[in-house]
């Protein structure tokens, strides 16, 4: 399963709580939850975490338009919208994380 | 439409700050009468939407909480609720307006997995 | 593929218009269709032809207008949220169509995959 998350951690649940609840599949980072993956902050380590059971994507011009398109903590996958559109269809079923 | 999916509404915001609970009830009671396989759960926040004694009276809008109390008439009766988010928030099933199933959240992300149709407002 | 997409915020305000329709492009550039976009919440401010952004920015009224022009995409604002924010058949912008909340579940029953955008 996809799961889509849209808000940063610092300021919303929404990654926290797929994280506690999905066992497996992937998620993807996208608007403002993009800052989940850039190294060097304090969510780091819940991502390193995550990465051991899940497989993490992050969209690729959500980080360049904030800056930090060269801070991608390492084993984050970065997709352009296609690769978003093939991570839907490659699973079976997705949720957005609203 | 004789496909039967399953559908399943995730809740995960507060009632009144927000429409969203609101319209994500209304679109509920539209899809039961699509005669769909449908599920509701409440996760963090959307906890509260079910919680016993709402009285709107005061902030002048209108109180739509005893509408869960109505969704058995449409046939929609899985209703879950994360132990996780509402032990978080001090609640307890009796805090609750209607009957749920508690999930522990490794079984709620299992849940998820089966389902064909993801909505969330 | 046969893809839905649910848009639950109003341009401009927030992002999740303009993934969507990133989202929606992406897909039809990769063979797929997209079905049906159904504007709920604040999302069916999408729809208002009285949208006048500055020169210099996207118009996402039009800009979904014209995916319908020249995909077929079919744009449903939901008539009980647009009511109550003032859209109506008066102030709706070309392309887009008034209909019920059927609508949106019926795309998640004719589509492979519904993908919701919102806050």
């Known amino acids: 399963m996809l799961h889509i998350i849209n808000k940063s951690p610092l300021t919303n649940c929404a990654l926290d709580s797929c994280l506690r609840v999905v066992q497996s599949g992937d998620i993807l980072l996208i608007e403002d939850a993009v800052y989940a993956a850039t190294s060097g902050n304090v969510f780091e380590d819940k991502i390193r975490e995550a990465m051991g059971r899940c497989k993490v994507y992050v969209l690729q011009p959500d980080l360049d338009a904030r800056g930090f398109g060269d801070r991608i903590i390492d084993g984050v996958s970065p997709v352009d919208y296609g690769g978003f559109v093939d991570l839907t269809t490659t699973n079976k079923n997705c949720q957005s994380w609203l | 439409m004789s496909e039967i999916k399953k559908f399943m509404f995730v809740n995960r915001k507060a009632p009144h700050g927000t429409i969203y609970a609101l319209e994500s009830l209304e679109v509920v009671l539209i899809t039961a009468a699509f005669d769909q396989d449908v599920s509701l759960v409440f996760l963090d926040d959307g906890v509260y939407q079910l919680k016993k004694g709402q009285q709107t009276k005061g902030i002048a809008t209108k109180n739509f909480s005893p509408a869960y109390r109505a969704l058995e008439g449409y046939d929609i009766e899985k209703l879950y609720v994360e132990k996780e988010s509402m032990q978080a928030r001090g609640l307890s099933e009796e805090d609750l307006l209607v009957d749920v199933t508690v999930l522990g959240r490794a079984e709620m992300g299992e849940l998820m997995n089966q389902q064909d149709v993801v909505l969330s407002f | ?119």
């Open chain 3, 1 to 119: 593929m046969k893809f839905g997409i649910v848009v639950n915020e109003g341009p401009y305000q927030h992002q999740a218009s303009d993934t969507a329709y990133l989202f929606c492009k992406a897909a039809i550039e990769k063979g797929h269709e997209v079905w049906r976009v159904f504007f709920y919440h604040d999302g069916v401010n999408n729809a208002s032809k009285l949208t006048e952004p500055p020169q210099d920015d996207r118009h996402i009224v039009n800009r979904w207008g014209k995916l319908n022009e020249e995909h077929g995409v079919d744009l449903v604002v939901c008539v009980a949220a647009a009511l109550r924010r003032g859209i109506k058949e008066e102030n709706l912008a070309k392309g887009f169509r008034i209909s019920g909340l059927g609508q949106m579940v019926e795309a998640g029953v004719k589509t492979d995959r519904l993908i919701v955008f919102g806050d």
